[in-house]
């Protein structure tokens, strides 16, 4: 643990060059009045404009690449559609669906289709968690039992050690999904809460990573106490509206109300099926209630990036990212990734730490993945480089393993292209 540090917040210098002066401004256009016979002598674009058309290539490079990454897993039937968002610095580079919303529909995904996040959701109730810590009304070592009525987990004195921070970071000392199979056959939390009292613990608080959904739920309740407010519409207040995400919610209804959904697809014989979208998790949604779209995913980076201090100062996300506990072992999915060195879990969110094969360079990756009821999707926050990449799949694709660090390299190897290398590609364009 000693060796995990967070790096500065938010690594802005690391936009540099190349995204600057992406509102700089742009020649005039000429006065179409003026004679033909008049000798016009290019002038030498200035060192702003020179950048401003670097950024551009670089730009529309990665929209290419990432355009045909998309393309050839739809070819090959590795997924029925996904919504892509790329964030750099304060700038979103990108954010665009692909395939259809559903299998019977011509309708295509676009940046406005929303998506169920699953356990994607569990950042946002981390987040939110920190805002009301930073507030006053909670604290990191605020004690569930003080909060939700009825909750029990071994002994009185064990219980007493269970806090806030505990339950983010799942080191509550639960046995692994103790209670998912109630939440998902639709049970209260008040009613989930009380039952814990039958669970016998398997470490003490604090001492292992075991993860949930239940008891991380309970989070939710802890900020509704708190707030007075019900977790979606602290959600509302506190996030989606400051960062504009117009199509993010929190409840069923909503969802079908929206028009713009990517229904879960499966692969059959007969090819891509279609499967309703079932209620799930809504009554859990600090730990998978949240739908959003790739546009609001995008503006949901910029934030975590740190480009929105209006709406929380960047010590509450530096807090929020605070390792708690590792996440020891190489079973895990994102533990096979290139370079990787070692996991922890925070509050709501896990950070990895990898080494760059090439430089020597250790890197820290805020993540998280997600899947429910037919949808999987992936998040990922890079620090050092002002990142952010999130892509949602509306199939239990297997990409969903893969495709973070495939568009991480990508992504970077376009903007890691010296300079140099674009600047004779404007000479030759002039």
């Known amino acids: 643990m000693s060796r995990l540090k967070m790096l500065p ?36 674009p200035d060192k702003n404009e020179r950048l401003t058309a670097i950024y551009t290539l670089k730009k529309e490079k990665i929209v290419n690449a990432v355009t045909a990454y998309f393309k050839n897993a739809l070819a090959k039937k590795q997924v029925s559609g996904a919504g892509v968002s790329i964030v750099k610095g304060d700038s979103i580079l990108f954010t665009e669906g692909f395939g259809k919303r559903k299998a019977t529909l011509k309708d295509n995904i676009n940046a406005q289709t929303v998506f169920r996040l699953g356990s994607l959701s569990k950042g946002f109730a981390g987040v939110l968690a920190g805002m009301y810590v930073n507030d006053g009304l909670l604290r990191w070592d605020s004690k569930i039992e003080d909060y939700v009525d009825g909750f029990q987990l071994g002994s009185l004195e064990n219980s007493s050690q269970i806090t806030l921070a505990k339950i983010l970071s799942h080191t509550s000392g639960t046995p692994y999904h103790s209670y998912t199979n109630l939440v998902e056959a639709g049970l209260s939390l008040t009613d989930i809460a009380k039952r814990f009292k039958n669970i016998k613990p398997i470490s003490k608080p604090g001492e292992i990573y075991s993860y949930q959904n239940a008891i991380f739920a309970l989070s939710g309740t802890m900020i509704e106490q708190a707030s007075g407010l019900s977790i979606g519409a602290a959600l509302k207040e506190r996030i989606f509206q400051p960062l504009g995400m117009k199509n993010a919610s929190t409840d069923y209804k909503t969802l079908m109300a929206s028009g713009n959904i990517a229904y879960p697809n499966y692969r059959s014989h007969h090819g891509w099926q279609s499967k309703k979208i079932n209620d799930k998790y809504f009554n859990a949604v600090a730990a998978g209630g949240v739908n959003a779209s790739p546009l609001d995913m995008a503006k949901w980076m910029r934030f975590l990036l740190g480009h929105n201090p209006e709406v929380a100062d960047n010590s509450v996300l530096k807090a929020v990212f605070k390792p708690e506990v590792e996440i020891k072992g190489r079973a895990h999915y994102y533990q096979q990734w290139p370079g990787h060195i070692s996991s922890h879990y925070a509050h709501g969110w896990r950070l990895h730490e990898f080494k760059d094969e090439k430089t020597g360079e250790v890197e820290i990756m805020i993540h998280h993945g997600g899947a429910v009821s037919g949808y999987r999707n992936e998040i990922a926050i890079y620090p050092s480089e002002d990142l952010g990449i999130c892509v949602l799949f509306n199939s239990n694709t297997a990409l969903a393993q893969t495709v973070i660090p495939e568009l991480y390299q990508l992504i970077k190897e376009i903007l890691n292209t010296p300079i140099e290398l674009f600047k004779n590609k404007l000479l030759a364009s002039n």
């Open 9 to 44: 917040w938010p690594a802005i210098l690391l936009t540099l060059l190349i995204f600057s002066s992406a509102s700089a401004d742009r020649p005039e256009a000429l006065d179409e009045n003026i004679s033909s016979s008049v000798q016009i002598i290019p002038k030498k």
